[in-house]
């Protein structure tokens, strides 16, 4: 089955140590997202790749990066995490970016930062 | 100012009863699309529907059934004859923006409870 897939599914790092979480899609989806979602609230998007092309959400802290090497796989690094950054990371895809356009999820990595 | 209200935060029901879960979103274009999404303990986001703001008919699959009406921004959803596995988070969205931004706007989600 298509699918969007991410690993692992849990994690855990230090204080300021960096992490990479993955994301990979079978979908054949030309946009993938990168949401937070902490505790008991909604998802917020960090930012998304349409093809290679890298959009930024104007509040997302300079901490968090992202590679889209291929069409497959896309990658979150927080370059230094912070207690705060614990959370759900939740990746996603759409074929298009258009208004619309359902977004699939994964099922998420969940960050502890000790 | 928020786009997509899901006032009722927690909802406990027994098992078999209904629940209805209300979202009411705010938005000028007149082109714009609401979504449902589950969200079970495991965390992933599970896509229920989507709909968009020229086809006001309601739709039923299974146990489930939507509720879209525009003259009061509303688009609700009914669960019958609930079971346990409907216990999760339910997020009502809305994507209203341009070609090139995908954006979804969230309300903050319902959680539901079904009691065995």
């Known amino acids: 089955d298509a699918m969007v897939i991410q690993n692992p599914r849990y994690q855990v790092t230090q204080f300021g140590k960096p992490v990479t979480l993955s994301c990979s899609q079978t979908l054949n989806h030309n946009v993938m997202y990168w949401y937070q979602q902490k505790s008991s609230q909604a998802p917020k998007l960090l930012f998304h790749y349409y093809d290679k092309d890298f959009n930024n959400e104007a509040d997302t802290p300079d901490n968090f990066q992202s590679r889209r090497p291929n069409t497959s796989f896309c990658f979150l690094d927080i370059r230094s995490p912070g207690l705060g950054d614990a959370a759900m990371y939740l990746c996603?895809?759409?074929?298009?970016?258009?208004?619309?356009?359902?977004?699939?999820f994964g099922p998420g990595t969940r960050l502890l930062v000790l | 100012a928020q786009k997509v209200t899901q006032a009722q935060t927690e909802i406990s029901v027994v098992e078999k009863e209904d629940v209805t879960l209300d979202c009411v979103y705010e938005?000028?274009?007149?082109?714009?699309?609401l979504f449902w999404y589950k969200q079970p303990p495991s965390g992933e986001l599970v896509f229920l529907i989507r709909?968009?703001?020229?086809?006001?008919q309601n739709e039923i699959s299974g146990r489930y059934s939507w509720n879209f009406q525009k003259s009061t921004s509303s688009f609700n959803f009914t669960i019958t004859a609930s079971q346990v596995v409907d216990s999760a988070v339910y997020f009502c969205?809305?994507?209203?923006?341009?070609?090139?931004?995908?954006?979804?706007?969230f309300g903050k989600g319902n959680q539901v409870v079904v009691i065995p």
């Open positions: 709909r968009n703001s020229f086809d006001e």
């Open positions: 938005t000028r274009d007149t082109t714009y699309y």
């Open positions: 996603a895809t759409s074929r298009d970016r258009g208004r619309g356009e359902t977004q699939y």
């Open positions: 969205a809305l994507s209203e923006a341009p070609y090139g931004n995908n954006r979804l706007a």
